[in-house]
Protein backbone atom coordinates (compact mmCIF):
# COMPACT_ATOMS: atom_id res chain seq x y z
CA UNK A 1 0.00 0.00 0.00
CA UNK A 2 2.65 2.18 0.52
CA UNK A 3 4.16 2.00 -2.65
CA UNK A 4 0.70 2.22 -4.82
CA UNK A 5 0.55 5.51 -2.60
CA UNK A 6 3.90 6.63 -3.40
CA UNK A 7 2.76 6.32 -6.91
CA UNK A 8 -0.55 8.04 -6.91
CA UNK A 9 0.86 10.96 -4.99
CA UNK A 10 3.83 10.53 -8.22
CA UNK A 11 1.53 11.00 -11.00
CA UNK A 12 -0.82 13.86 -9.03
CA UNK A 13 2.39 15.39 -9.13
CA UNK A 14 3.45 15.46 -12.56
CA UNK A 15 0.00 16.02 -13.21
CA UNK A 16 -0.05 19.62 -11.33
CA UNK A 17 2.67 20.32 -13.54
CA UNK A 18 1.27 19.34 -16.89
CA UNK A 19 -1.69 21.09 -15.56
CA UNK A 20 -0.25 24.30 -14.92
CA UNK A 21 1.21 24.10 -18.40
CA UNK A 22 -1.35 23.24 -20.31
CA UNK A 23 -4.22 25.12 -18.63
CA UNK A 24 -2.94 28.39 -20.85
CA UNK A 25 -2.14 26.48 -24.03
CA UNK A 26 -5.77 25.07 -23.80
CA UNK A 27 -6.95 28.65 -23.14
CA UNK A 28 -4.98 30.37 -25.84
CA UNK A 29 -5.93 27.22 -28.33
CA UNK A 30 -9.55 26.77 -27.54
CA UNK A 31 -10.21 30.79 -27.62
CA UNK A 32 -8.28 32.27 -29.92
CA UNK A 33 -7.80 29.02 -32.41
CA UNK A 34 -3.38 29.44 -31.97
CA UNK A 35 -1.23 26.75 -32.26
CA UNK A 36 1.64 28.51 -29.63
CA UNK A 37 4.61 26.76 -30.34
CA UNK A 38 6.76 29.34 -28.28
CA UNK A 39 4.86 27.99 -24.90
CA UNK A 40 6.91 26.60 -23.69
CA UNK A 41 9.41 29.43 -24.17
CA UNK A 42 6.56 31.67 -22.03
CA UNK A 43 7.26 28.58 -19.31
CA UNK A 44 11.41 28.95 -19.32
CA UNK A 45 10.90 32.85 -19.11
CA UNK A 46 8.44 32.63 -15.93
CA UNK A 47 11.15 30.34 -14.40
CA UNK A 48 14.19 32.85 -14.96
CA UNK A 49 11.74 35.73 -13.65
CA UNK A 50 12.20 34.00 -10.60
CA UNK A 51 15.71 33.87 -10.95
CA UNK A 52 16.27 37.05 -11.48
CA UNK A 53 14.02 38.48 -9.06
CA UNK A 54 15.62 36.21 -6.94
CA UNK A 55 19.27 36.60 -7.75
CA UNK A 56 18.94 40.82 -7.83
CA UNK A 57 16.17 41.72 -5.50
CA UNK A 58 16.27 38.82 -3.19
CA UNK A 59 12.67 38.30 -3.36
CA UNK A 60 11.08 34.52 -2.33
CA UNK A 61 9.62 32.08 -4.36
CA UNK A 62 5.96 33.50 -3.03
CA UNK A 63 6.05 37.39 -4.60
CA UNK A 64 7.87 35.78 -7.09
CA UNK A 65 4.96 33.99 -8.21
CA UNK A 66 2.58 36.92 -8.42
CA UNK A 67 5.33 38.78 -10.60
CA UNK A 68 5.76 36.18 -12.81
CA UNK A 69 2.39 36.09 -14.31
CA UNK A 70 2.40 39.71 -14.82
CA UNK A 71 5.90 39.68 -16.26
CA UNK A 72 5.14 36.74 -18.67
CA UNK A 73 1.24 38.00 -19.09
CA UNK A 74 2.37 41.20 -20.33
CA UNK A 75 5.01 40.02 -22.83
CA UNK A 76 2.19 37.71 -23.84
CA UNK A 77 -0.41 40.45 -24.56
CA UNK A 78 2.63 42.27 -26.40
CA UNK A 79 3.15 39.50 -28.45
CA UNK A 80 -0.32 38.88 -29.62
CA UNK A 81 -0.93 43.03 -30.32
CA UNK A 82 2.98 42.77 -32.61
CA UNK A 83 2.52 39.40 -33.95
CA UNK A 84 -0.53 37.12 -33.61
CA UNK A 85 -3.70 39.59 -34.54
CA UNK A 86 -1.89 39.86 -37.98
CA UNK A 87 -2.11 36.08 -38.31
CA UNK A 88 -5.51 35.26 -37.15
CA UNK A 89 -7.28 32.75 -39.81
CA UNK A 90 -3.77 31.28 -41.30
CA UNK A 91 -2.95 28.36 -39.26
CA UNK A 92 0.46 27.70 -40.85
CA UNK A 93 2.33 31.20 -40.78
CA UNK A 94 1.03 31.50 -37.17
CA UNK A 95 3.06 27.64 -36.19
CA UNK A 96 5.92 28.96 -38.04
CA UNK A 97 5.57 32.80 -36.61
CA UNK A 98 5.25 31.43 -33.04
CA UNK A 99 7.78 28.63 -33.67
CA UNK A 100 10.36 31.56 -35.09
CA UNK A 101 9.53 33.75 -31.55
CA UNK A 102 10.22 30.35 -29.57
CA UNK A 103 13.90 30.25 -30.72
CA UNK A 104 14.14 34.45 -30.62
CA UNK A 105 13.35 34.36 -27.09
CA UNK A 106 15.86 31.38 -26.29
CA UNK A 107 18.78 32.99 -27.59
CA UNK A 108 17.89 36.22 -26.34
CA UNK A 109 17.79 34.94 -22.99
CA UNK A 110 20.95 33.28 -23.84
CA UNK A 111 22.58 35.84 -24.94
CA UNK A 112 21.37 38.11 -21.66
CA UNK A 113 21.69 35.96 -19.55
CA UNK A 114 24.23 33.38 -20.36
CA UNK A 115 23.75 29.79 -21.44
CA UNK A 116 25.00 28.79 -18.17
CA UNK A 117 22.56 26.59 -15.67
CA UNK A 118 20.82 28.60 -12.91
CA UNK A 119 19.47 27.39 -9.35
CA UNK A 120 16.78 28.48 -7.74
CA UNK A 121 16.24 28.10 -4.04
CA UNK A 122 13.48 26.46 -2.65
CA UNK A 123 11.70 28.01 0.48
CA UNK A 124 12.72 26.60 3.76
CA UNK A 125 9.17 25.57 4.90
CA UNK A 126 8.56 23.96 1.71
CA UNK A 127 11.67 21.99 1.38
CA UNK A 128 10.80 19.58 4.28
CA UNK A 129 8.69 16.63 4.19
CA UNK A 130 5.39 16.24 5.95
CA UNK A 131 3.62 13.28 6.72
CA UNK A 132 0.49 12.30 5.17
CA UNK A 133 -1.67 8.80 5.87
CA UNK A 134 2.26 7.86 7.88
CA UNK A 135 4.13 8.32 4.59
CA UNK A 136 6.43 11.21 3.91
CA UNK A 137 5.38 13.45 0.74
CA UNK A 138 7.39 16.55 -0.32
CA UNK A 139 5.87 19.57 0.85
CA UNK A 140 6.94 21.75 -2.37
CA UNK A 141 4.85 18.84 -4.69
CA UNK A 142 1.74 19.37 -2.35
CA UNK A 143 2.58 23.52 -2.38
CA UNK A 144 2.26 23.29 -6.24
CA UNK A 145 -0.48 20.55 -6.50
CA UNK A 146 -2.42 23.08 -4.35
CA UNK A 147 -1.52 26.14 -6.27
CA UNK A 148 -3.09 24.37 -9.78
CA UNK A 149 -5.66 23.83 -8.20
CA UNK A 150 -6.10 27.21 -7.03
CA UNK A 151 -5.83 28.71 -10.77
CA UNK A 152 -8.05 25.79 -11.82
CA UNK A 153 -10.83 27.34 -9.57
CA UNK A 154 -9.57 30.71 -10.71
CA UNK A 155 -9.62 30.32 -14.44
CA UNK A 156 -13.60 28.40 -13.89
CA UNK A 157 -14.85 31.52 -12.31
CA UNK A 158 -12.85 34.12 -14.58
CA UNK A 159 -14.51 31.77 -17.97
CA UNK A 160 -18.33 30.97 -16.27
CA UNK A 161 -18.96 33.18 -13.55
CA UNK A 162 -17.75 36.87 -14.97
CA UNK A 163 -18.59 39.59 -17.29
CA UNK A 164 -15.54 38.96 -19.25
CA UNK A 165 -16.22 34.95 -19.59
CA UNK A 166 -19.38 35.66 -21.27
CA UNK A 167 -17.63 37.70 -23.58
CA UNK A 168 -14.89 35.22 -24.05
CA UNK A 169 -17.76 32.35 -24.71
CA UNK A 170 -19.21 34.55 -27.00
CA UNK A 171 -16.41 35.47 -29.16
CA UNK A 172 -15.45 31.98 -29.16
CA UNK A 173 -19.31 30.55 -30.79
CA UNK A 174 -19.36 33.88 -32.99
CA UNK A 175 -16.85 36.38 -33.32
CA UNK A 176 -19.51 38.35 -35.51
CA UNK A 177 -22.39 38.73 -33.61
CA UNK A 178 -20.41 39.23 -30.68
CA UNK A 179 -19.11 42.35 -32.58
CA UNK A 180 -22.46 43.32 -33.28
CA UNK A 181 -23.53 43.04 -29.46
CA UNK A 182 -21.13 45.78 -28.94
CA UNK A 183 -17.94 43.23 -27.93
CA UNK A 184 -14.26 44.29 -28.28
CA UNK A 185 -13.34 40.90 -29.84
CA UNK A 186 -9.70 42.31 -30.86
CA UNK A 187 -9.45 43.24 -26.55
CA UNK A 188 -10.75 40.11 -25.39
CA UNK A 189 -8.00 37.64 -28.07
CA UNK A 190 -5.39 40.02 -26.49
CA UNK A 191 -6.32 39.58 -22.54
CA UNK A 192 -6.95 35.54 -23.30
CA UNK A 193 -3.34 35.52 -25.17
CA UNK A 194 -2.21 37.34 -21.92
CA UNK A 195 -3.72 35.54 -19.32
CA UNK A 196 -2.46 31.91 -20.92
CA UNK A 197 1.13 33.25 -21.02
CA UNK A 198 0.62 34.20 -17.25
CA UNK A 199 -0.50 30.89 -16.65
CA UNK A 200 2.61 29.25 -18.22
CA UNK A 201 5.07 31.96 -16.26
CA UNK A 202 3.54 30.80 -13.11
CA UNK A 203 4.40 27.16 -14.19
CA UNK A 204 8.13 28.07 -14.80
CA UNK A 205 8.20 29.73 -11.65
CA UNK A 206 7.14 27.02 -9.95
CA UNK A 207 8.88 24.10 -11.61
CA UNK A 208 12.43 26.63 -11.29
CA UNK A 209 13.18 24.68 -8.03
CA UNK A 210 12.16 21.90 -9.29
CA UNK A 211 14.40 22.01 -11.80
CA UNK A 212 17.31 23.72 -13.11
CA UNK A 213 16.79 26.93 -15.14
CA UNK A 214 18.08 27.03 -18.56
CA UNK A 215 17.09 28.83 -21.99
CA UNK A 216 16.02 25.23 -24.23
CA UNK A 217 13.90 23.84 -20.59
CA UNK A 218 10.60 25.00 -22.17
CA UNK A 219 10.65 22.64 -25.07
CA UNK A 220 9.97 19.52 -23.61
CA UNK A 221 7.19 21.47 -21.38
CA UNK A 222 5.25 22.23 -24.54
CA UNK A 223 5.26 18.76 -25.84
CA UNK A 224 3.89 17.13 -22.80
CA UNK A 225 1.44 20.07 -22.85
CA UNK A 226 0.47 20.05 -26.59
CA UNK A 227 -0.50 16.09 -25.54
CA UNK A 228 -2.65 16.78 -22.83
CA UNK A 229 -4.48 19.85 -24.39
CA UNK A 230 -4.91 17.02 -27.28
CA UNK A 231 -6.12 13.77 -25.38
CA UNK A 232 -8.45 16.02 -23.27
CA UNK A 233 -9.89 18.35 -25.83
CA UNK A 234 -9.00 21.41 -27.24
CA UNK A 235 -12.62 23.66 -26.10
CA UNK A 236 -12.79 21.55 -22.42
CA UNK A 237 -11.37 22.94 -19.16
CA UNK A 238 -12.74 19.64 -17.45
CA UNK A 239 -11.13 17.43 -20.51
CA UNK A 240 -7.23 18.85 -19.81
CA UNK A 241 -7.84 18.21 -16.12
CA UNK A 242 -8.70 14.89 -16.97
CA UNK A 243 -5.96 14.42 -19.18
CA UNK A 244 -3.20 15.83 -17.14
CA UNK A 245 -4.31 13.59 -14.16
CA UNK A 246 -4.47 10.33 -16.77
CA UNK A 247 -1.00 11.01 -18.24
CA UNK A 248 0.48 11.96 -15.04
CA UNK A 249 -0.42 8.79 -13.43
CA UNK A 250 0.21 6.95 -16.34
CA UNK A 251 4.07 8.68 -16.66
CA UNK A 252 4.45 7.82 -13.36
CA UNK A 253 3.77 4.68 -13.00
CA UNK A 254 5.68 3.20 -16.35
CA UNK A 255 8.87 5.09 -14.73
CA UNK A 256 8.02 3.21 -11.38
CA UNK A 257 7.97 0.05 -13.91
CA UNK A 258 11.01 1.10 -16.52
CA UNK A 259 12.34 4.28 -16.22
CA UNK A 260 11.64 7.97 -17.35
CA UNK A 261 12.68 7.66 -20.99
CA UNK A 262 11.02 4.39 -21.85
CA UNK A 263 7.61 5.93 -19.82
CA UNK A 264 7.80 8.88 -22.22
CA UNK A 265 7.71 7.00 -25.77
CA UNK A 266 5.18 4.85 -24.42
CA UNK A 267 2.82 7.83 -23.74
CA UNK A 268 3.63 9.30 -26.69
CA UNK A 269 3.00 6.26 -28.40
CA UNK A 270 -0.66 5.76 -26.66
CA UNK A 271 -1.24 9.44 -27.67
CA UNK A 272 -0.53 8.99 -31.14
CA UNK A 273 -2.75 5.97 -31.14
CA UNK A 274 -5.88 7.56 -29.99
CA UNK A 275 -5.21 10.46 -32.39
CA UNK A 276 -5.50 7.84 -34.62
CA UNK A 277 -8.95 6.21 -33.70
CA UNK A 278 -10.37 10.34 -31.88
CA UNK A 279 -8.82 12.84 -32.96
CA UNK A 280 -11.38 15.39 -31.33
CA UNK A 281 -10.01 13.78 -27.96
CA UNK A 282 -11.59 12.00 -25.26
CA UNK A 283 -13.30 15.16 -23.62
CA UNK A 284 -14.51 17.19 -26.71
CA UNK A 285 -16.99 19.66 -26.39
CA UNK A 286 -19.65 20.24 -29.42
CA UNK A 287 -19.04 24.15 -29.66
CA UNK A 288 -21.71 25.65 -32.26
CA UNK A 289 -19.88 28.49 -34.19
CA UNK A 290 -21.88 30.48 -36.50
Not at 155 to 177: C, D, K, S
Not at 203 to 219: H, I, R
Amino acid sequence: MIDVFNQIFSGLSIASILLLISLGLAIIYGTVGVINLAHGEFVMLGAYAVWFLESQFGLGLYPCLVLSFFIVGALGWLVERLVIRRLYGRVLDTILATWGLGVILQQAVRLSAGAELRYVKMPEKLSQAVSVFGIDVSSYRLFVLGIAILLLAVTYLLIFRTAFGMRLRGVVQNPEIARCFGVNTSQIYALTFAYGAGLAGVAGALVSPLKSVSPDMGTGYVVDAFMVVVVGGVQSLLGTVASAGILGELSGGLAYLSNDTIAKALVFLGVVVLIRFRPQGLFALRVRRG
